[in-house]
């Protein structure tokens, strides 16, 4: 996925002081090793690798973040939190990420759409998984 990047319109990065502050994880530890994105079951999936994500932040680049698909597809399985040789824990990151976006209204699915006929055909780790991100 090709992404411009534009300085912020504001001084400070707000985008990041805002994640910073909603997780608690200091994004300035990272150095872009990459062994997070290496690690990550649904990498090739997501529009931008969580190590990417990350980076993105520290550029206070919010709207290319929210809009692309990657925190809804990390399923939390806490592969990168382990790898991460600077202690940071991205799955908390994409969590945080997720808040944020539900607080703003932006959900990739409506509770209108978890028919029975949908829960009966996903498995029951992708209805688990949904829940928490649908209710963080
Ligand atoms: S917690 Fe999310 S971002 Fe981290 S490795 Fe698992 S799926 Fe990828
Ligand atoms: S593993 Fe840690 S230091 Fe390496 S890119 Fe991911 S978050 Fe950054």
Redesign the pocket.
């Known amino acids: 996925m090709k992404i411009s990047i534009e300085a912020p319109s504001h001084s400070k990065n707000q985008f990041l002081e805002q994640i910073e502050r909603e997780t608690g994880e200091d994004l300035s530890?990272?150095?872009?090793?990459?062994?997070?994105?290496g690690s990550c079951p649904v990498s090739d999936e997501m529009e931008i690798p969580?190590?990417q994500v990350?980076r993105l932040v520290q550029l206070g680049q919010e709207k290319t973040v929210l809009q692309s698909n990657s925190m809804w597809l990390c399923v939390s399985c806490f592969q990168?939190q382990g790898?991460?040789?600077?202690c940071?824990d991205?799955s908390k990151i994409m969590e945080g990420l997720r808040r944020l976006s539900l607080r703003r209204g932006r959900a990739p699915l409506a509770m209108s759409q978890v028919t029975g006929e949908f829960i009966e055909r996903s498995p029951q780790q992708a209805i688990v998984a949904g829940f928490r991100k649908l209710f963080a």
Do not use: F
């Open positions: 530890r990272c150095y872009q090793c990459g062994n997070c994105s969580v190590s990350i990168c790898r991460c040789p600077k940071l991205p």
